[in-house]
């Protein structure tokens, strides 16, 4: 994707050339509009690539359909027209709906303080509220810079009002969510505004609501997040302990599942939240003494054939077994047969095959009886596996080096079948082809017994190498 931005206006009027000028039919001049542009490094993804409407008699120049629509919204929202406003809104959520161009022209042309108007009109008549919220819903996904102070508060009030309502807390918390997915802003004055209870409390509330419980937890989990670049320094460890200490976060949760055992989609979501509270010790802990450790494995068993439910499981394993103590009761559980064997079902899966030996080798950090079992399930033979299925994928080399140095670092017997498996050469391979992997792959070398020639770099001063 290009780095370099145009604006809507000079897209058009590529377009309008190539149809002027170059005689093109309108499809063709779009798609010579956007070769161009993308020859050029610029990223369109916020460009709608379509003709505008050609200019009236008089000469004005005609909009896009999505920016008429807002005009229509607009207009039935100045005049308080109440009986107009559902049909627009409508139209305008499923233009939204259909591509973020779309909704980006409509957030750079003022959308947002026309649905933020529609949602004060609709307070008092709560279907049309609910439409209002899940309509700004659509035109916040991926804009969430839209959102303002008045915004965050209308949310705020509406979901302590009407908590009880399924629907209504739905489309509230869906605002939420994409309102501080990759904006720290925005989280960070959610979660002063006490968004954290009143995501735990729609769990509990609403416990037999699988879309309520799966985008709260989304919710919770996007609280947690340090994605937002233009910030040095977030609050997601803070909002962690938060989520924990303060709303008993982790047995919410926990208790949350037991409602869903056959809904492999909300258990993951539920399983991806926990593994982002996995922070402390004594919270991955509190994940195991709670049943959390047990319905993991559960869903590891159970859903083996769906990748996106094993590579979260993985996931969650592999945060909880930053404790030692845990780390003995995953064993225990029989989970290390499990991971194993879900990296040698889904070897051509390579997040599936990171997390899998990412999962290993916490669970062999410092734990000589734990590799024993990791060895004898072929632990070290499916990383060997990974590493050859992927050797282009730096993060399922980086882990499996780790994973073979973790195995082999107080139990040195296992080394030579380990060599016999072809380790040295994959290793040595990853060393060359990634030099990210170059500090854990000499690690593992050495710890197998390889020899193993340091790379040097001059440093540029005189008779001076660092290695």
């Excluded at 996931?315 to 030692?324: E, F, K, Q």
């Excluded at 050469?425 to 340091?454: Q, S, Y």
Aim: aromatic share 4%.
């Amino acid at each position: 994707m290009g780095s370099k931005q145009i604006a809507q206006e000079t897209f058009d009027e590529a377009v309008q050339e190539n149809i002027t000028e170059f005689e093109m039919d309108p499809e063709e001049a779009v798609r010579e509009a956007v070769q161009q542009f993308e020859s050029q490094g610029v990223d369109l993804s916020n460009i709608v690539k379509a003709v505008r409407p050609p200019a009236s008699e008089n000469g004005q120049r005609q909009k896009h359909q999505i920016l008429l629509t807002l005009d229509a919204l607009g207009s039935a929202v100045a005049e308080s027209d109440v009986a107009e406003l559902p049909e627009q809104l409508s139209a305008f959520a499923a233009q939204c709906r259909e591509q973020l161009a779309f909704r980006y022209l409509a957030g750079q042309n003022g959308a947002y303080p026309v649905l933020f108007s529609a949602c004060q009109l609709a307070s008092g008549d709560r279907d049309l509220l609910l439409q209002a919220f899940s309509t700004l819903s659509a035109l916040l996904d991926g804009q969430p810079d839209l959102l303002d102070a008045a915004g965050q508060e209308l949310l705020l009030q509406a979901l302590r009002e009407r908590r009880e309502d399924a629907e209504m807390t739905l489309a509230g918390i869906r605002c939420v969510r994409h309102a501080c997915l990759k904006h720290e802003h925005n989280r960070q004055d959610f979660v002063k505004g006490g968004i954290l209870p009143l995501l735990t409390g729609a769990i509990i509330q609403h416990g037999n609501s699988a879309e309520v419980v799966r985008t709260a937890a989304s919710a919770l989990r996007i609280m947690t997040f340090d994605d937002d670049i233009r910030v040095p320094f977030g609050h997601a460890h803070d909002h962690a302990k938060m989520i924990v200490l303060e709303n008993d976060g982790l047995r919410v949760l926990i208790e949350a599942a037991k409602a869903f055992t056959d809904n492999s989609g909300v258990l993951s979501e539920l399983c991806a939240t926990l593994s982002r509270l996995s922070v402390r010790n004594e919270f991955c802990q509190e994940i195991v003494d709670l049943g959390g450790l047990n319905f993991m494995v559960t869903l590891l068993a159970d859903c083996m054939e769906h990748p996106d439910v094993v590579k979260q499981v993985l996931s969650a394993i592999r945060a909880v077994a930053g404790n030692d103590d845990v780390k003995d009761a995953i064993v225990d559980a029989g989970a290390t047969d499990l991971i194993v064997l879900a990296i040698s079902h889904h070897l051509g899966n390579p997040q599936i095959c990171e997390q899998g030996c990412a999962a290993l080798c916490m669970l062999a950090l410092r734990k000589p009886e734990n590799c024993s079992v990791i060895m004898e399930g072929g632990g070290a033979l499916a990383a060997l596996q990974a590493m050859k299925a992927h050797p282009r994928e730096v993060a399922v080399q980086k882990q499996a080096c780790m994973l073979i140095r973790n195995l082999v670092a107080r139990s040195r017997d296992f080394s030579q079948p380990i060599l016999d498996m072809g380790a040295e050469n994959l290793i040595t391979e990853a060393r060359a082809a990634h030099r990210d992997c170059d500090d854990v792959a000499r690690a593992a070398l050495r710890d197998l017994g390889c020899k193993v020639e340091l790379r040097e770099l001059w440093t540029g001063q005189k008779g001076s190498l660092a290695q």
